[in-house]
């Protein structure tokens, strides 16, 4: 079980963690297919906290390494960006639009996993395993995710329009790569 607290290893117990994260983040997409929103939800909560416990992890017993900042980056990518963006595109957009409303919110949802995308590149070649800045630049992909959560709710709710949830997602998407400060937890 030394393997589990080697900072070489790729499968050290703070991979691990990221390891479940990519896991309730696959469930989730499965859990949007068929239109169980509830649980894909559910799911992508659980794969936020262990995205959160496996940074600190990390960090506590000196686990960090290239791949798991790798790893960390592709997790979030799929919780974090495509999850909401399947959610939407499935509980709003495809419930609510047809034809050239369906096309401009499949080409805002592509801008928006383009701008997730970019920022995680962009993170990852300006960060250093291990190393924690006091500020993130632009708003961190999770943080993206819960106002695009909190953007659905409002849909689902009847508090915003499909319309609004467009724009909203366009502005999300932009404050991805802003030079917006977001003090670092």
């Given at each position: 079980?030394?393997?589990?607290?080697?900072?070489?290893?790729?499968?050290?117990?703070?991979?691990?963690?990221?390891?479940?994260?990519?896991?309730?983040?696959?469930?989730?997409?499965?859990?949007?297919?068929?239109?169980?929103?509830?649980?894909?939800?559910?799911?992508?909560?659980?794969?936020?906290?262990?995205?959160?416990?496996?940074?600190?992890?990390?960090?506590?017993?000196?686990?960090?390494?290239?791949?798991?900042?790798?790893?960390?980056?592709?997790?979030?990518?799929?919780?974090?960006?495509?999850?909401?963006?399947?959610?939407?595109?499935?509980?709003?957009?495809?419930?609510?639009?047809?034809?050239?409303?369906?096309?401009?919110?499949?080409?805002?949802?592509?801008?928006?996993?383009?701008?997730?995308?970019?920022?995680?590149?962009?993170?990852?070649?300006?960060?250093?395993?291990?190393?924690?800045?006091?500020?993130?630049?632009?708003?961190?992909?999770?943080?993206?995710?819960?106002?695009?959560?909190?953007?659905?709710?409002?849909?689902?709710y009847g508090f915003l329009s499909p319309y609004i949830v467009l724009s909203a997602m366009v502005l999300i998407g932009w404050s991805l790569n802003s030079k917006i400060k977001v003090p670092h937890p």
């Open positions: 079980m030394k393997f589990l607290f080697t900072n070489q290893s790729h499968f050290n117990l703070a991979n691990l963690f990221t390891f479940v994260n990519i896991t309730a983040g696959l469930l989730a997409t499965y859990f949007i297919t068929q239109n169980n929103f509830f649980l894909a939800i559910i799911l992508a909560w659980v794969g936020g906290a262990f995205d959160i416990f496996d940074g600190k992890i990390a960090r506590k017993y000196n686990l960090s390494n290239e791949f798991g900042v790798q790893l960390d980056s592709f997790a979030d990518f799929l919780s974090f960006v495509l999850v909401p963006v399947f959610l939407i595109f499935q509980a709003v957009y495809g419930r609510y639009f047809s034809s050239v409303e369906l096309l401009i919110a499949a080409a805002i949802s592509i801008y928006y996993v383009i701008s997730g995308l970019r920022r995680l590149i962009q993170f990852n070649i300006n960060s250093d395993a291990g190393e924690v800045s006091k500020y993130f630049t632009g708003i961190p992909t999770p943080l993206g995710a819960i106002l695009l959560w909190l953007v659905y709710l409002g849909s689902t």
